[in-house]
């Protein structure tokens, strides 16, 4: 009986989908036409706006102006509530924090950065607190409509039963629901709904930064894993004799290939470089000993690509992050080892590119990750 | 337009699997009560049941005989037809083929298998449909209501457009839907729903025979690919320098695993052994030479499925395949790589346990391929 009690709740779910998905691709509309477009039955669709309008998701508006004229008084109509649905997404990352609001119509309404300047993770909560307040202030949006916030979180996240204090703080600040997820599965997520990855229904997505994450794609759908830490491609093992990470691991991707093992790297062979601009200057300056280290770190992450690639299966392979800011001198390590370990035989045709949202995407990942209606949303605009 | 119109035929699909639901949970069932079961309006329902009584799935019978008496014509029940639906599962495995047949309320009325003799797929294709012909004439089981037959096959499968010719063998031999697939992916399928992994949402599946092989369950389905080749962990490089695979790539783990890489390693210690059964023999009598080997190969594979753990978070690990009936001997160092190199510092649990479903795994997972409401399905039964 409980299968079918899910079985249940997952159908008006989907009823409810198609209600707000009409509404969102035709306008507002009469309760008899929603009947006509989404098949529901009179008591179902009724139940299901009623539901809607208490939670101030859609509103009654004045009758029709257009149509031939019909006996009686004229339908009202059902619309989205243009002043609900504000949806906040913010990256608390390791070098900056950034906000993005979106409206109802999943336009971006306002947007801002600001340096962490080497905060933790609860003040950049804080941070990112205050510069959402001042932003929404500085474009006259009001927050009093504000519906769900997502945050993008650096590392590994725990089991979902133990939230973090910076959600918390985020709960308490706005009052409303707040998800949070691996900022570079956020990314990923972003990738898939609005850019390098939008017609993929399977992907592999990895952010080379300081950290690397990432992120995947199958059906369509982004992968959560059982503890919401599925994509976690920085903390495969390429040498399980090697050195110590902070996961507890042994000889992880990132502790071979992450920026501050560059700088080391390129350090021992006489360049000292002081951080990741630094760096991207250096290898965009073709300096050999700089270019050498990154050509070899590139290529140690395609290796651990190709077996995503062999056990996933993807179309598309996007890379992200600050180093895949290099273009080919990053990608074209990363195609070749695809190439020649993810099953050559098949002469599968493996997209690899690069990520398109730039160093916005975990925050606009987090609007994506709160949005309920997430298949049936056009892509975001700047208003 | 076209994203609308997937999306009202997804919803169609959704609303024909809720009819269905209904019926196999509760019985047969008048259209009103259909109706208030679903949700569904009248034309919608009544669309649905017209269309599914033309594909013979349900049926008319006489009206109910209980319930209180109402006035005019007591209504016609809607119910699953019997006498259709019944489904073939065939595994074309490399040392036999398997065939399975259940019928509409998924209880298997039908199994066999026979030695393939070396036989090529076409050859085993052939096998496996007398093997069928012949079992359901013993059992008195009529073909004739046959509504689709699921095939697993050895190896990667190429592009879904290329079909291979064993398929196109059955579906001349039987004229109905042939739906196919890698054999260890339906096996992961058929512990999912079955077996080992039946309540896990998110589940590594590896298969370790003379092949390795592999499937991935994740939010509770099992993973496709864009390419129809998800889970193939026996081709994930374990050496990229090291020696080619016939897959067109190098050091693959299958090469240095598989069955026979085993019986090379194990006659280079001066053992020499004929085959699978004369392998686990010797390593069950805990002949050294093979238990150092097996060991040794347990490990690899953990070093393996600790990055796909990595990656995918599962919250189990379900190994099968002729060398997991060896127990502790090689679970033990896939559970010792998996804890040191997975996470370690996240204290997560990831169960790993051996198969439940033995040699039929795959033969009962091309059966659940061709399931259109997996979800709302009780186990197989013998009958």
């Known amino acids: 009986m409980e299968e079918r009690a899910d079985a249940l709740r997952r159908l008006r779910r989907t009823h409810e989908e198609a209600v707000l998905a009409v509404l969102r691709a035709e306008g507002p509309r009469s309760r008899a036409r929603l009947m006509r477009d989404t098949g529901l039955s009179r008591t179902t669709l009724f139940a299901i706006i009623s539901d809607l309008m208490e939670r101030r998701v859609v509103v009654e508006s004045g009758p029709a102006e257009y149509g031939p004229r019909q006996r009686g008084r004229p339908p009202t109509l059902v619309s989205l509530n243009p002043d609900a649905g504000l949806l906040v997404g913010i990256d608390l990352g390791r070098r900056r924090v950034r906000v993005a609001v979106a409206n109802v119509a999943r336009e971006i309404v306002a947007a801002a950065s600001d340096d962490t300047a080497d905060a933790d993770e609860d003040e950049r909560a804080d941070l990112a607190i205050a510069l959402l307040r001042k932003t929404c202030e500085d474009k006259g949006v009001g927050l009093a409509a504000l519906e769900a916030v997502g945050v993008g979180l650096v590392g590994v996240l725990d089991a979902p039963g133990r939230r ?3 959600v918390e703080r985020l709960e308490a600040a706005f009052g409303v629901r707040v998800e949070a997820d691996n900022n570079a599965r956020l990314a990923a997520l972003a990738e898939r709904v609005w850019g390098a990855a939008r017609s993929a229904g399977d992907l592999v997505y990895a952010r080379w930064s300081v950290g690397v994450g990432g992120g995947f794609v199958a ?65 965009r300056s073709r300096v050999p000993a700089v270019t050498d280290v990154v050509v070899e770190a590139a290529r140690t992450l395609g290796t651990v690509l190709a077996g995503a690639v062999v056990q996933l299966d993807p179309e598309r392979v996007v890379v992200g992050g600050d180093l895949a800011l290099l273009g080919g001198l990053v990608l074209d390590p990363i195609r070749s080892a695809i190439s020649e370990l993810a099953l050559p035989g098949t002469r599968r045709a493996v997209d690899v590119v690069p990520a398109d949202l730039g160093p916005a995407a975990a925050a606009m990942g987090a609007i994506a990750l709160v949005l309920t209606d997430r298949d049936a949303m056009p892509p975001p605009r700047l208003r």
């Open 219 to 283: 059906g369509g759908r982004l992968l959560r894993g059982a503890h919401g830490a599925s994509g976690e491609l920085g903390h495969v093992s390429v040498d399980p004799a090697g050195p110590r990470c902070h996961c507890g691991g042994r000889g992880c991707l990132e502790g071979r290939i992450g920026v501050p093992a560059l700088l080391d790297a390129i350090a021992a062979r006489g360049v000292r470089l002081t951080g990741t601009d630094d760096l991207l200057d250096a290898a």
């Open 164 to 166: 973090r204090r910076a």
